[in-house]
């Protein structure tokens, strides 16, 4: 059974840095475009960013633009979120996912996607 895995999560202060990775394990992601996904309590989940299968696509939620990073390492199988400037609202459980639908700053949230990962912790807080 396909298992995506994030990592990276934690406890970061407003304004501070994190990176979170995707990957799995017998499962070649760089065959698949993937996004990433949040979800705080309380909301509903929203699409954060993707990135298509070569890397040369990626698209960006408006309130991450600029901020965060989607960017791939094929070698390795990895997806890498890079999150900068972090605000407390960014708080979420980030979850990685295969194939999602994306069209411009619309990253599509369905829970329809192949294969989800069991998400990781993100926390801004001082």
């Known amino acids: 059974q396909v298992q995506l895995v994030e990592s990276g999560g934690g406890l970061v202060q407003p304004g501070g840095s994190l990176t979170l990775s995707c990957t799995a394990s017998?499962?070649?992601?760089?065959?698949?475009?993937i996004g990433w996904f949040r979800q705080s309590p309380g909301n509903e989940r929203e699409g954060v960013s993707c990135?298509?299968?070569?890397?040369?696509?990626?698209h960006y939620e408006g309130s991450v633009e600029g901020r965060f990073t989607i960017s791939r390492d094929h070698a390795k199988n990895i997806v890498y979120l890079q999150m900068n400037s972090l605000k407390p609202e960014d708080t979420a459980v980030y979850y990685c996912?295969?194939?999602?639908?994306?069209?411009?700053?619309?990253?599509?949230?369905?829970?329809?996607?192949?294969?989800w990962g069991q998400g990781t912790q993100v926390t801004v807080s001082s």
């Open positions: 990135i298509s299968d070569t890397g040369r696509n990626r």
């Open positions: 017998e499962f070649a992601l760089n065959q698949h475009a």
């Open positions: 996912a295969t194939d999602p639908v994306c069209m411009g700053s619309r990253i599509d949230p369905r829970p329809g996607y192949r294969y």
